[in-house]
């Protein structure tokens, strides 16, 4: 697939890219998708979610009534279960969500994401630039001039830039990331991807 250059005032730089047919050709496997999708969310949470059992709660440990003769069940404490204020049963206790994932599996995913993007035509070529100091209004022109403004957009840049990534923390729709954080649940999320060219040869590269 080959694709287009763009300056970042919208025009092309008469360059030309052709993108590795191995990492944004291939039939793009769901499943894998799906799986490293869900392991990317399990990550996320953080599992302290806590309920108090009946030997957590503070309550008399006092007999409530005798044990025979009371005409009713037997009761030995008021911090059981059954009653308002007791104890829960078999209530959540604090644990991870994560599960592992083979790296074949997980590069299995990110190239069908990739592919599924250019399968779409929802990839943008941008030159090279950097931001002399934190300016959302410059992003949000580049934006607008590359024609990557309105929808989710996901901007991979070759290596971090903090001027570029501050200038776009503000805007809803936009996230910059690194080609080092690039995942397959944020190439899903995003309506188009922006890649600043040498970002495919670095992922090609790292194939190897």
């Given at each position: ?39 990317y969310l399990a990550n996320q949470r953080q599992g ?68 599924y993007k250019a399968q779409d035509n929802a990839i ?70 922006v890649m600043v060219d040498g970002v495919q040869d ?7």
């Amino acid at each position: 697939m080959e694709l287009s250059v763009y300056k970042i005032d919208g025009t092309e730089s008469g360059k030309k890219v052709t993108l590795d047919s191995s990492i944004f050709g291939i039939e793009p496997n769901d499943h894998a998708i799906y799986l490293d999708v869900k392991q990317y969310l399990a990550n996320q949470r953080q599992g302290t979610h806590k309920t108090k059992d009946r030997s957590e709660v503070s309550y008399s440990t006092k007999k409530m009534g005798r044990q025979k003769g009371g005409g009713g069940a037997r009761h030995g404490s008021i911090k059981s279960n059954i009653y308002v204020g007791g104890g829960r049963a078999f209530g959540p206790k604090p644990h991870g969500y994560g599960f592992k994932l083979n790296k074949k599996l997980k590069q299995l995913a990110r190239y069908s994401a990739l592919s599924y993007k250019a399968q779409d035509n929802a990839i943008i070529m941008v030159e090279p630039f950097t931001m002399d100091a934190p300016k959302t209004k410059e992003f949000i022109q580049i934006l607008d001039n590359i024609k990557a403004n309105g929808r989710r957009t996901l901007f991979v840049l070759p290596e971090n830039s903090l001027n570029i990534y501050k200038s776009s923390r503000n805007l809803q729709n936009v996230n910059v990331i690194s080609v080092d954080e690039i995942n397959t649940y944020n190439i899903m999320n995003a309506y188009q991807l922006v890649m600043v060219d040498g970002v495919q040869d670095i992922i090609a590269e790292r194939r190897k």
